[in-house]
């Protein structure tokens, strides 16, 4: 009785889009636990798809189908969307096209162009991304960072009104091309030379497309304006340009902050009061990855780019300006001991090691180590620098949204970030199964609904009738992250199925191969 009731408080249990033709394959779930994406408990219930979408959830009785998936003491999800992700070049060339680190976290939409980066062409990368196929969906942003780059390149200074002008026009240019709204990195060069002033221009145009705008903020720390004028900054971001406003991959970063998170909640809850949209994604780790130029340089030293820095390097006295100011940078990150290198093409052999070990083998101060290899190179480096604490007092709040900032890289190439292979399971394993710290349905509802709502998505996120076909199905007593950080190269475990606009890209637990995701844009009226 309560799944024939189950179809009436869904309506249209049995719904046909307009204009799906007869021919078009059918598949049906049955008897999965059916958790629609929104919050809500779940309910056994089948779930009958059609072409790429979803036709009907309910009890469907003996609806006939093509294909029929017994999902009986599985979960049925919506796909997952990851809003911060660098899985974009990976997944534009052909031996990752098929985005099977991704698929075997249940991700069916990653946000590509983060932390102001990207290409300014977006119809270009669109084709790129398309040339091969890929296997999950890629929504585009335009990167501010690449935006500024284009016009100035890493000057520090304003932009003048001709320059600004020039910038807004690249903006809109990406609008048009489909994005989904306007991506920052202030932490990072350009970005960080650019005033708040800027940006809230910028964002002005993404407001007419029903944009959103995402940051890497300008400190989530100690290193400039401090942590919370940052994240004041961001917030301002949406109010002037009346937009949604993401704190993306929000944290406190470092001792120096740690307890931090209670005070951003507090910031984002007046700001929302206040009628601001406000939101933040993060991952599910104490660790975070940058280079180790950002997290230790200053960033007058790298205005004008690397040439520029490696002439004050040579230079003494600014060097020692430089020094210092990396002194301060290292106990920020809380210490060389905290700091892992995953990777560095002028010596591999350094991967995946601290940088406490090394400078120790060498019988070298830390900074000086990391000097010497800046001078040589550019490592990136993943960096331990949160309390447990302030993760789950952000991960619990109704307006966070799980991503992962995960690249896509050949099995075996460096150490990167687990999360890479790991965020969205963890979260499953880690803060749901093991924690406690956040229930499955809030958990999904921030992998899929709220996403979706956040950035306008009309058609994913939830499992509905009408909806695009976006689905996970997994055993969630066997979710979890194999990947470590000095092992990282594992997929996580526990998809059973995962379907991508209505075909299967895991099928019984094995990648199919299939490469059916879209680059979707976003357009002028929210559809995908």
């Not at 993404?206 to 961001?234: N, W």
Request: hydrophobic content about 40%; glycine content about 12%; aromatic content about 6%.
């Amino acid at each position: 009785m309560m799944r024939r009731v189950m179809c009436l408080v869904l309506s249209l249990c049995v719904f046909s889009a307009v204009g799906i033709a007869a021919q078009e394959r059918t598949i049906l779930i049955r008897n999965g636990r059916v958790m629609d994406g929104a919050g809500n408990p779940w309910v056994y219930a089948d779930v009958l798809i059609r072409g790429d979408r979803i036709e009907a959830v309910g009890d469907l009785g003996d609806v006939p189908a093509d294909e029929v998936i017994d999902a009986t003491g599985l979960y049925v999800t919506p796909g997952f969307i990851d809003t911060h992700s660098h899985a974009g070049p990976g997944l534009a060339s052909p031996g990752l096209s098929h985005g099977e680190p991704l698929l075997a976290m249940g991700l069916t939409t990653i946000f590509a162009n983060p932390d102001g980066g990207g290409t300014t062409d977006l119809g270009a990368q669109r084709g790129t991304l398309l040339k091969d196929g890929i296997g999950v969906n890629v929504a585009q942003l335009i990167g501010h960072g690449s935006v500024r780059g284009a016009v100035m390149g890493s000057e520090d200074r304003a932009a003048t009104p001709a320059e600004l002008d020039r910038m807004r026009s690249l903006v809109r240019a990406g609008m048009e091309q489909g994005a989904w709204g306007l991506s920052s990195g202030t932490f990072y060069v350009p970005g960080n030379y650019a005033p708040p002033e800027e940006i809230e221009e910028l964002a002005k145009e993404v407001a007419p497309f029903g944009g959103s705008y995402t940051s890497h903020y300008r400190d989530e720390s100690t290193y400039s304006v401090g942590l919370i004028a940052a994240v004041d900054e961001v917030i301002n971001v949406g109010r002037v340009a009346g937009i949604p406003a993401v704190l993306t991959h929000v944290k406190a970063l470092g001792p120096f902050v740690w307890g931090y998170g209670a005070a951003i909640v507090q910031r984002v809850e007046r700001a929302r009061a206040e009628g601001v949209q406000v939101f933040a994604d993060q991952y599910p780790y104490t660790a975070s990855a940058t280079g180790l130029e950002p997290a230790l340089l200053p960033r007058w030293a790298q205005a004008g780019g690397r040439d520029s820095l490696l002439s004050r390097m040579d230079d003494p006295v600014t060097m020692a300006r430089i020094r210092g100011e990396m002194v301060e940078g290292l106990a920020r990150r809380g210490g060389a001991n905290r700091i892992q290198f995953r990777r560095y093409r002028a010596d591999e052999s350094i991967e995946g090691r601290l940088l406490s070990d090394l400078a120790a083998e060498r019988g070298q101060d830390p900074i000086d180590t990391s000097i010497g290899l800046i001078r040589a190179g550019s490592p990136s480096i993943v960096s331990f620098n949160m309390s447990d604490a302030d993760v789950e007092t952000l991960m619990v709040q109704p307006w966070t949204m799980t991503s992962s900032d995960g690249d896509l890289v050949p099995m075996g190439e460096g150490v990167p970030h687990p999360r890479t292979y790991g965020a969205f399971a963890r979260k499953i394993r880690l803060y749901v199964n093991e924690k406690h710290t956040v229930n499955l349905e809030n958990a999904i509802r921030s992998m899929t609904s709220l996403p979706a709502q956040v950035f306008g998505m009309k058609d994913r996120g939830m499992l509905r009738p009408g909806m695009i076909a976006d689905i996970a199905v997994f055993d969630l007593a066997a979710v979890r992250d194999v990947a470590e950080f000095t092992d990282p190269h594992h997929y996580s475990e526990g998809m059973v199925h995962v379907f991508v606009n209505g075909e299967a890209a895991i099928k019984d637990g094995a990648f199919t191969g299939a490469r059916a995701g879209r680059v979707l844009q976003k357009g002028t009226r929210g559809i995908s």
